[in-house]
C-alpha cells in the first residue's frame, strides 16, 4: 500500500511555473470534463458521487506537499470532500471558469454545476497532472452511472477505497527502457535534426490574435458537431483506405488549415502534433480507467498543397504515426524530455506542430435518470501560448469535433474560418464514402 510517494519528473513539469513539455505549457494547466444536460442535476447527490469517485481514485484525494528534503510529494487525504459549487450561466458561465486560473491548494479535483434555464453542464475540474483525457472520459461516465443509480433510489455499493497510488509514466517507462536505449534514440533524432534542410521545417499558422487576447477570456473554442450518419459515413471511409478514423481527420484538419496559407505557395511541409497514450506502453498494460496523466506526444511531418484531397494527406499521415510506433516515438520521448539535452535536439523537440490533434476516440452513451437529456460532452485542456489544437470524441456514436486556440495567437474569424473548412473537408469525405457505398 503506497499512500504517498514523490512526484516523477513528467508531473512535477506540470505542477512547476511556467513549465513546458515539449512546445506545450503545462505549468498548473487544469482539465475540464462534462456534460451538458437537459434537466434538473442534484448537488447534494452530486456530491455524494463525487465522494465516492475520490474514494476509489487515490490521485483524485491527493495533495501535493513539500517536505523538508524539497521534494514534492503526492499525499492521501482521506478527509478530502470534493467540492460542488453551483453557478447561474450557460456558456459564457464555461467560457469564464475555463479562462479562470485555478487555485488547486484546496484540491486537485473539484466540481462546478452551471445552470443556465433548461439546460445544466456538469463540469468536473482535475489538475492535468494527475489526469489526461483518456482517464477522464471513464471517470465521467462512472460518475454518470453512479449519480443514476443513487438518484433513481438504488445507489451502488460504496467503492472499495483505493490506497496505491499509481507510480508516474515517466517513472513505469523507466523499468522498460533502459539508458543506453534512450541514448540511441536522442543520437537518431538529433543525427536527423542536423540532416534537415532548414527548408523543410513545418510552417506555423499565421498569427492574427489581439495583444492580451479577447477580454471575455484569452482561451477559447469552435465546435463542430456531426450526426451519427456523418460519423458512420467517415468511418466507412477510413476503413475502405485501410487507415485510422484518426489519420483521416489528421488529413482533412490539415487540409483545413493549409487555406490559411496563399494557394499557390505550392506543397507546404506541416506538422501535426498527436496526443499519444502510453498506456498500452506498460507491463502491465495500465485501463483507461485508471486516472493518471499518461499523455505523450508525437508528431506526423506531411507536404500540403492547396489542392490536396484530405485522403491523400491521411495518407501520409497514416505512414507517419506508424513510423512513429515502429521507433516507440511517444514513449522514447517521455523518457528523452526528462533529460538536459543538446541545443539542436532540445530545438526539435520544443518546435510546436502546425496544428495538434488530441484523439480520445470512441466513448459509450452515458446512463442518465428519468427527466434528464443528454445534450453533449465537453473537455478542455488549454493554457496561454499553446498553439491551436483540435479535440476529438465520438460519444454514443456522434463525432465531436473542438478547434480549441488562444485569442492572442490567432482571431476568432480565423478560427471561425479553419473549423467552416474542417466542416467542408469533412462533407467531401463523408459524400464519397457514400458514393462508394
Known sequence: MSTQRPLSPFE????????????????????????????????????????ELAAAHPLLRARVVTGHDGVP???????????????????????????TRQDW????????????????????????????????FPLLDEMWRRYTARVSGSPLPPPECGYDLPDGVDTQLARLIDDTEVD??????????????????PVHLPR????????????????????????????????AQGFSMNSLLAGAALAAVRTEFVPGAGLLPMMCGHAVDLRPDLVPALTESTVLN???GAGTPVLVDADSHPVEIAVAVAAGMHASAQARFPAMFM??????????????????PTLALSNIGRVPAHSLPAGVEFIRDDI???????PPKMTLFTVGGRLTIQVEYDTAEHSHVQMERIAAAMTERLRRIDMGAAAHA
Open 184 to 201: 540511441a534514440f536522442v543520437e537518431m533524432v538529433r543525427a536527423g535534426a542536423l540532416a534537415m534542410d532548414p527548408a523543410a521545417a
Open 12 to 51: 512535477i513539469t506540470y505542477f512547476g511555473e511556467d513549465t513546458r513539455l515539449g512546445s506545450v505549457p503545462v505549468g498548473g494547466m487544469p482539465l475540464f470534463i462534462g456534460s451538458t444536460v437537459r434537466g434538473e442535476i442534484d448537488p447534494a447527490a452530486l456530491r455524494e458521487v463525487l465522494a
Open 105 to 136: 491548494r484546496a484540491g486537485l479535483f473539484r466540481a462546478q454545476v452551471l445552470r443556465d434555464r433548461d439546460e445544466t453542464q456538469v463540469v468536473l475540474i482535475l489538475h492535468h497532472g494527475i489526469a489526461d483525457g483518456r482517464s477522464v
Open 380 to 386: 478542455f485542456a488549454m493554457a496561454p501560448g499553446m
Open 335 to 352: 523518457r528523452a524530455a526528462q533529460r538536459e539535452l543538446d541545443p539542436v535536439t532540445t530545438a526539435l523537440f520544443t518546435a510546436p
Open 294 to 296: 499518461c499523455a505523450a
Open 73 to 99: 510529494r503526492f499525499e492521501l487525504d482521506d478527509s478530502y470532500a470534493p467540492n460542488v459549487q453551483v453557478i447561474p450561466g450557460g456558456a459564457d458561465a464555461y467560457r469564464t471558469l475555463v479562462n
Open 208 to 239: 492574427d490574435g489581439h495583444s492580451g487576447g479577447d477580454r471575455s477570456g484569452r482561451l477559447a473554442m469552435r465546435r463542430i458537431a456531426l450526426t451519427a450518419e456523418q460519423t458512420g459515413a467517415l468511418v466507412t471511409s477510413a476503413r
